[in-house]
């Protein structure tokens, strides 16, 4: 495709995630860089539904590169999925100029952009922001380091008084579907167990363990569980653990949304900024329908379908890390 690009659409959608707001001044300030016009879309597509657009400014996106959440909010859109919301969105792109779009977000967001493309053949390209890190096509998603590092300030905290009661800690963290999340912050605190999706959980050889664990007398014990875990979250792990061994005191805590707020760390500011500066690039080459990430620290690009439809896989040695670690 060669038509020039002038006007370019940007929104967040689906979960938000730390570095969303860093992206958005990448992207803002790189197309108007390039003298291209530059639109915020409110809500994701919902905003586009309801022709919610505001032209942005270099001033607009002024002191942002710090702040958790998104500017430009977010959603998930049902009516987009069908065919008369996906022309009513493309009808109120049209009629405001915007002739291409950043897309910030997860599969989700990039399943309704490849449908999106095969109707109407407009430009888009995705750049990869959710806390869960479970997107092919990338090492690391915008958001994912700020949140476990959130989990790692959080356990530590549980695991003082974990060790002060000689308690057994069982901590739901995210991840309705991937375990990354789980795996690498329990990697940091020095997690006894983590218990993810991608495996299956053998809460029988759990309870062996823990009990081994009670009788060389060590006095707390951290599971890190992801909220999609295929023996249930921490509230039925607690539940199977307790009736099997009611020695220990068990306590549960389900760290839940403050997963996702906070000030984006360093790592997430920079892959955001650079992500960002590299979708409009890619929009200026002529790019469309891929998914902008990095591998092995270098920018690259996943057709949409490819992202969606392929899992990204977990890194055994990081299991067996764990295995290996915990006493
Ligand atoms: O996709 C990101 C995520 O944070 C998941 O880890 C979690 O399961 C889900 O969003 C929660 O979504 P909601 O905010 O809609 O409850």
């Keep these: 495709m060669d038509r020039k690009i002038q006007h370019i659409g940007v929104f967040t959608s689906g979960g938000d995630a730390p570095g969303m707001n860093a992206c958005i001044r990448a992207v803002v300030r ?5 003298d291209l016009m530059i639109s915020g879309i409110g809500s994701g597509y919902q905003g ?7 032209s942005l400014g270099t001033s607009d996106v002024s002191n ?17 999925k069908t065919s008369a919301g996906m022309q009513k969105a493309y009808d109120n792109l049209r009629q405001k100029g915007i002739d291409a779009l950043i897309a910030i977000g997860g599969d989700g967001t990039f399943r309704g952009a490849n449908e999106f493309i095969s109707k109407f053949n407009f430009p888009v390209i995705g750049i990869p922001g959710t806390i869960d890190n479970d997107m092919y096509g990338t090492d690391f998603t915008i958001g994912y380091d700020t949140a476990i ?9 549980i695991r003082d008084t974990a060790e002060a009661h000689n308690r057994l800690f069982i901590i ?23 218990l993810i999706p991608e495996t299956k959980t053998h809460v029988d050889e759990l309870i062996a363990y823990l009990q081994r664990r009670g009788e060389n007398k060590n006095s707390s ?15 039925e792990i607690a539940a199977k653990v307790k009736e099997h061994y009611v020695d220990y005191d068990t306590r549960v805590s389900i760290l839940g949304h403050m997963q996702r707020g906070g000030a984006p760390t360093c790592m997430d500011r920079v892959l955001a900024s650079r992500l960002g500066v590299g979708a409009v690039t890619a929009l200026l080459e002529g790019k469309t329908n ?17 992202a969606c439809k392929h899992h990204k896989n977990i890194n055994k040695h990081l ?4 295995e290996t670690l915990s006493g």
């Design 30 to 34: 790189s197309a108007l860089n390039a």
């Design 221 to 235: 014990s951290i599971i890190i569980v992801a909220e999609g875990d295929d023996a249930g979250g921490a509230l």
């Design 290 to 306: 891929e998914m902008i990430g990095i591998i092995h620290r270098d920018i690259s690009f996943t057709p949409f379908e490819k």
């Design 319 to 322: 299991l067996n890390i764990v």
């Design 149 to 157: 590092n959130t989990v790692v300030e959080a356990v530590d905290k």
């Design 64 to 80: 942002i590169i710090q702040r958790g959440g998104t500017i430009l909010k977010a959603s998930r859109c049902e009516e987009f």
């Design 172 to 194: 739901e963290v995210m991840g309705k579907d991937a375990g990354f999340i789980a795996l690498r912050s329990g990697i940091a605190v020095g997690a006894e167990a983590v």
């Design 48 to 54: 586009m539904l309801e022709g919610d657009f505001v």
